[in-house]
């Protein structure tokens, strides 16, 4: 089955204490992205990658860090998260060209305190 | 600077009938724009896009129209079942590297 997948999908933590958010895509695309969605803001996106070891950011990208070292993960790090952080995240990919639609993970709900 | 905007937050329709769900944007060089549809605890999905070559598009119950002078578009259910209430965000792309969302509009249908 073509999907994208998260882990966790659920996580509380505290301030300062380093995490990573996994995304995998088994569809074989090049471009994979991350978002967070926040009330009354919809989904921003944080940073994206159009392919391995090519990365660039969004629209949010203070306070994380990504790399892409394989075509088909694409992990989000904070490393050194605060409050500000608490929010629904979403890694979603593509394929490259002519492609617009993406598909999107399950979504990882973290909570910084 | 939000350019891609949905200023219905949610939205109450009955059963049967018409939903229409309205965005508006400010970037006159979007060229694609997507909807997608999400349920709670469940990423968004893609529903319906529109080229702005084009003014319509449509897809079984599903059709988006696309005003490029009142940079507007709107999406059309008919008619509007239950499986339908979710939330819906509306997006826009210049070229084809990402994707910028409005805030979303919660659709409910009322059996």
């Known amino acids: 089955e073509a999907q994208v997948t998260q882990n966790p999908r659920y996580l509380i933590t505290v301030t300062g204490k380093k995490l990573t958010v996994t995304c995998s895509q088994n569809?074989?695309?090049?471009?994979m992205s991350w978002y967070r969605q926040d009330p009354g803001l919809g989904l921003r996106q944080i940073y994206y990658?159009?392919?391995?070891?090519?990365?660039d950011k969004g629209d949010v990208p203070e306070g994380y860090k990504v790399s892409r070292k394989e075509k088909r993960n694409f992990p989000l790090i904070l490393e050194s998260p605060s409050p500000n952080q608490t929010s629904l995240y979403f890694c979603?990919?593509?394929?490259?060209?002519?492609?617009?639609?993406?598909?999107f993970g399950p979504g990882t709900r973290l909570t910084v305190t | 600077d939000q350019q891609v905007k949905q200023n219905s937050p949610s939205l109450s329709v009955q059963e049967g009938r018409i939903s229409i769900l309205n965005c508006d944007y400010t970037?006159?060089?979007?060229?694609?724009f997507l909807w997608y549809k999400k349920y709670p605890a469940e990423g968004p999905t893609f529903l319906i896009s529109?080229?702005?070559?084009?003014d319509k598009n449509e897809d079984g119950r599903f059709t988006v129209f696309l005003n490029k002078s009142a940079k507007h578009l709107s999406l059309h259910i008919v008619p509007s079942q239950p499986g339908d209430s979710a939330v819906y965000f509306c997006?826009?792309?210049?070229?084809?590297?990402?994707?910028?969302f409005g805030t979303g509009t919660r659709l409910t249908i009322i059996p």
């Open positions: 979603a990919s593509k394929r490259q060209g002519a492609s617009y639609e993406q598909y």
């Open positions: 569809m074989n695309h090049e471009y």
């Open positions: 990658s159009m392919n391995v070891e090519v990365t």
């Open positions: 970037n006159s060089m979007f060229d694609y």
């Open positions: 529109i080229s702005s070559i084009k």
């Open positions: 997006a826009a792309s210049v070229g084809n590297e990402k994707l910028t």
